[in-house]
C-alpha cells in the first residue's frame, strides 16, 4: 500500500494530543462493509451500507475498489455514465486509474493522488485502467467518495480537480508512530489541496502496530473511520475494528485510533480513511447516478440525461459513444 511515504516520520510536522478539557469522541456504532461489484465487475467494498444518511451526512456513499491483485486481461472499470447534484472523489492507493469527463477533464491517477469531480449540474464521465494495464495485470486499491452538495450548488458549473500525491499535507503524531495524509481540509492548521463546496476534511493514516493516532477535528464536523486494512481500536473505550469495517463516532474535539499491536503479515501497518464534514441537514433524494432534494429533481436529472443536456460523449476514433445509466 504505497500512497505516500515517508522514511523518517521525524521529519514531519507533529500534531498534538488531547489535553485538558478535549474530548475524544466516542463510537456511536460500528458497521461492516458487504461486497459488491462495480461498473463492468471490479470488487468493492460498501462501506456505508446500512448506516442512517443522517449520520454520514455530508456524504452519501463510498466504495473500497480492491484490493485485488489482477492476472492479464483482467483490470476492469466502468461505462460512460452521468452524475449530476454531488462530487465524486477517487482516491488512488495502489495501480492506476485513467479518467475522461464530458467537459474535457480528466487525466491519469495512481499511488496517492486524486481525482475530485464536482458534477454540480450534470456530466459524463468514464474511469477505466490504461490499456497497459490490463494487458500485464496488476494491484488495484482505491477508494471512491460521493460528497453531496447544498441545494443552492448543486446547479454548480462541472469542475474537475486533478490532485497530486506532492501536494497532500503530511503530518505525524508527537512519537511519530503514525503518518497522516490530508487530502482535503484542515487538521490542526495543516492543510490539503482539495477544494471543497462542502466544508469537509479528509485524511488517510497509516499506524505502526501500537501505535496510536490523535486527530484534532472540528467540533462542526460529524467524523466517519473506516478501516481499509489492518486491525485496532477505535475511541478511548477502545472499540475494537478491522478491515471492511465503519465506525460512527459521536461528538468532540478528536478522533482517536489505535493499531493492534500485531498485524497480519500482508498488512504490516493500520491503513484508515478519515472523514468528516458539516452536515447539509437538507432532504436527500437519491436515484442512481443522480443526488437531489427532491423525487421530481431526480426524474428530470433522469430525462436530462437521455435528451443530452448532461454533455456528449467525446467522439472517440474506433470506439462507440453510448452511454449506460450506470
Known amino acids: 500500500m504505497p500512497a505516500v511515504t515517508v522514511e523518517d516520520l521525524t521529519v514531519l510536522p507533529r ?6 478539557g478535549d474530548t475524544v469522541r466516542p463510537v456511536q456504532g460500528v458497521t461492516t462493509a ?101 494487458a500485464s495485470g496488476g494491484l488495484f486499491h482505491g477508494v471512491q467518495l460521493w460528497v453531496n452538495l447544498p441545494r443552492d450548488q448543486k ?7 486533478d490532485l497530486r500525491s506532492s501536494q497532500l499535507g503530511l503530518v505525524t503524531t508527537a512519537d511519530a508512530g503514525a503518518l497522516a495524509r490530508i487530502i482535503a481540509g484542515d487538521v490542526a492548521g495543516h492543510t490539503g489541496p482539495g477544494s471543497t463546496h462542502t466544508p469537509m476534511a479528509m485524511v488517510h493514516g497509516s499506524l505502526a502496530p501500537g501505535a496510536r493516532l490523535d486527530l484534532p477535528w472540528n467540533p462542526e464536523f460529524n467524523a466517519l473511520v473506516y478501516v481499509l486494512a489492518g486491525t485496532g481500536t477505535v475511541g478511548l473505550e477502545r472499540t475494537p475494528v478491522q478491515a471492511g469495517q465503519l465506525a460512527v463516532l459521536g461528538a468532540g474535539d478528536f478522533v ?47 430525462e436530462d440525461f437521455q435528451k443530452g443536456r448532461m454533455g456528449q460523449v467525446p467522439v472517440v476514433h474506433g470506439l462507440s459513444n453510448d452511454v449506460t445509466e450506470g
Not at 500534531?15 to 485538558?20: K, M, S, V
Not at 446547479?155 to 480537480?161: D, G, H, L, N, V
Open 34 to 134: 458487504p461486497r459488491g461489484f462495480e461498473g463492468e465487475g471490479f470488487p468493492v467494498r460498501r462501506a456505508f451500507a446500512g448506516v442512517d444518511l443522517s449520520l454520514l451526512d455530508p456524504f452519501v456513499h463510498m466504495d473500497q475498489m480492491g484490493e485485488v491483485e489482477y492476472a492479464p486481461g483482467e483490470p476492469k472499470g466502468t461505462p460512460w455514465h452521468p452524475h449530476r447534484g454531488f462530487e465524486t472523489v477517487t482516491y488512488m492507493i495502489d495501480g492506476v486509474m485513467d479518467h475522461q469527463d464530458s467537459q474535457g477533464g480528466g487525466g491519469s491517477i495512481t499511488n496517492g493522488d486524486t481525482q475530485w469531480m464536482t458534477a454540480g449540474s450534470g456530466m459524463l464521465h468514464i474511469e477505466t485502467p490504461p490499456e497497459w494495464l490490463v
Open 155 to 161: 446547479w454548480a458549473t462541472p469542475r474537475y480537480q
Open 256 to 302: 482517536s485510533v489505535s493499531a493492534a499491536d500485531r498485524q497480519d503479515g500482508r498488512t504490516p501497518t493500520m491503513e484508515v480513511l478519515v472523514l468528516g464534514g458539516r452536515p447539509i441537514r437538507e432532504p436527500v433524494a437519491w436515484g442512481g447516478p443522480f443526488v437531489m432534494n427532491t423525487k421530481a429533481e431526480v426524474l428530470q436529472a433522469f
Open 15 to 20: 500534531l498534538h494530543a488531547p489535553g485538558l
